[in-house]
């Protein structure tokens, strides 16, 4: 039937109505809270390109933490260790910042959903995501068993998921077969699977004191054209026992988490990045758009697309807004 039978502004008339039909929700149980631990500081640290972030000290973190749990959402631990070296030995020490912060969170916050950042860039002085090989190519296999030796740790800690962000090949096989070895079968893994060398990772390079020192990291992230790679990397990590898969980053990308969702039955997160942030607040801090309604509506298109779970820095502020 069409007009004037069919009038689709009838389901519109209200937000009642619009409420009922709406196809597309956005809880609070979907967002994850990227947090930045810094071993190196006793204050909030803000972040420049990223306006309202800070990297937190390790009791502000757990502080955070509190809050996080009243509001229903789950975090994700990013560490900044004390020092670094060109195997990023502190990423796995037992001690680490991120392990301390866990074990601190889970004492508080036992019912606290905790997520961990699986990755070397925060940790070695060269800034790339594995180690090195002498003719300064990131030596991948290598890099696997570090990784999964951070993996263990960190579910030693206490975390209750693990997320690896490096691009390794193999790694999510890897972290399994470690941590299945090591008593933590029941862990999850979060594969960042389809994560792209994109232009938006700049804020977050600032805050977590990873560029690069060299080179560029495109020899093992995804080339931004490439969508049917992408589709390959989802099915490889789900082959290998990836629990939970991501892409990243989510804006930019939502055609690959749409046909993601279509590809896979495995739950499917989204990381609304850094430079995602930081360009939804300078549109916002300049007048260009309403900064509440361009948050919830990027968010909502994230969810829209496909993914399950959203990882963003408004987490908190937005979980603050649907609960008021």
């Known amino acids: 039937m069409t007009f004037p039978v069919t009038r689709m502004r009838r389901l519109r008339a209200g937000a009642t109505i619009r409420s009922l039909v709406r196809e597309t929700d956005l809880t609070p149980s979907r967002l994850v809270w990227p947090l930045f631990v810094d071993a190196t500081a006793d204050a909030p640290r803000p972040v420049p390109s990223m306006p309202g972030i800070d990297r937190l000290p390790p009791r502000a973190v757990v502080e955070a933490a509190d809050r996080a ?24 020490r037992a001690d680490g910042v991120v392990q301390r912060a866990v074990a601190q969170i889970k004492q508080r916050q036992p019912e606290l959903l905790v997520i961990t950042d699986v990755c070397l860039c925060e940790y070695t002085d060269h800034g790339h995501c594995g180690i090195l ?45 470690q941590l299945d070895s090591s008593g933590f079968d029941s862990t999850p ?6 994560k ?30 490439n969508g049917r790679e992408a589709l390959r990397e989802l ?5 290998e026992g990836a629990d939970i898969l991501m892409v990243k980053p989510a804006l930019p990308y939502l055609d690959i988490i749409a046909r993601a ?16 942030y930081a360009m939804l607040e300078a549109a916002a801090a300049a007048g260009c758009l309403d900064r509440e309604a361009a948050i919830l509506e990027s968010l909502t298109a994230i969810r829209r697309a496909g993914a399950d779970i959203v990882i963003t820095y408004h987490a908190r502020e937005v979980a603050e807004w649907l609960t008021a």
């Not at 975090?75 to 260790?81: C, E, H, K, N, Q």
């Not at 893994?189 to 389809?194: E, K, V």
């Not at 099915?235 to 082959?239: H, M």
């Open 133 to 177: 090989a002498a003719d300064g190519s990131v030596d991948n296999d290598a890099s696997v068993e570090l990784l999964a030796m951070t993996a263990v740790s960190h579910a030693a800690a206490g975390a209750d998921i693990v997320a690896p962000s490096d691009m390794m090949d193999g790694r999510v096989a890897g972290l399994r077969e």
């Open 235 to 239: 099915r490889l990590d789900a082959d």
């Open 196 to 225: 792209f060398a994109s232009a938006y990772y700049g804020p977050f390079r600032d805050a977590a004191d990873s560029t690069p020192a060299s080179g560029d990291r495109r020899a093992y992230q995804m080339d931004p054209a």
């Open 189 to 194: 893994i979060m594969a960042y699977s389809a």
């Open 69 to 92: 749990r009243e509001l229903g959402i789950a975090v994700l631990l990013f560490g900044i260790p004390e020092t670094k070296d060109p195997s990023g030995s502190q990423a796995h």
């Open 261 to 276: 969702r279509q590809a896979t039955p495995l739950p499917l997160a989204a990381y609304s990045v850094s430079g995602e």
